[in-house]
């Protein structure tokens, strides 16, 4: 009868390592996996990349390219579009965060929603446009949320109450 194995070390000597179920392809797609090709850049005949922006109910058709900082919307220009300084802040922000102020024009079409969800939509767009013209500014607008649709919206009225959730006037007589 053999003698069976006392120590870790006999245990190690005894154990065969089979290699895993295609071990030559793995090699193979194992390789493929570490050579990360760098993305390349979206852009039209025009050179300019499109993006859609959305927030509550507006839609923004976004086009940027390389320019002086000039902003069209629907085409009128953004101080007559959106005349509260709040919302041409809010269009701004992806190109401070990136820190691209004054190298991109921008011209969009916006449709649905108030004033506010089309600058929210407009900044979406402009971000994810932004990703397509230059993808090594990725890790820093989604690091500021600019690339994640904001998906609040308003809730629908139900029957039996006045509002979304407001119940009708109570009477006790």
């Known amino acids: 009868m053999a003698e069976e194995p006392k120590t870790l070390e006999d245990l190690k000597d ?35 990349a499109y993006a859609t922006g959305k927030r509550k ?5 976004v086009w940027i390219k390389p320019g002086t900082g000039k902003v069209t919307v629907n085409g009128r220009d953004q101080e007559t579009y ?9 269009i701004h922000q992806p190109f401070g965060v990136a820190e691209r102020e004054g ?4 011209n969009c079409t916006v ?22 013209y230059e993808p090594g500014l990725r890790p820093v607008l989604k690091k500021g949320g600019f690339l994640t649709r ?18 009708f006037q109570f009477s006790k007589r």
């Open 14 to 48: 005894l154990a065969v390592v089979a290699p895993p179920q295609g071990a030559d392809q793995g090699v193979e797609q194992g390789a493929e996996a570490q050579t990360l090709e760098p993305v390349k850049p979206v852009i039209d005949a025009q050179g300019r």
């Open 57 to 61: 109910d507006a839609v923004a058709r």
């Open 82 to 90: 959106f005349a509260r300084p709040v919302l041409r802040m809010i």
């Open 103 to 106: 190298q991109f024009d921008v």
């Open 111 to 132: 449709k649905g929603g108030g004033l506010s969800g089309q600058a929210g939509a407009v900044r979406h767009g402009i971000s994810k446009a932004l990703t397509l």
């Open 150 to 167: 904001d998906s609040r919206v308003v809730e629908r009225k139900k029957y039996g109450r006045a509002k979304a959730r407001r119940s």
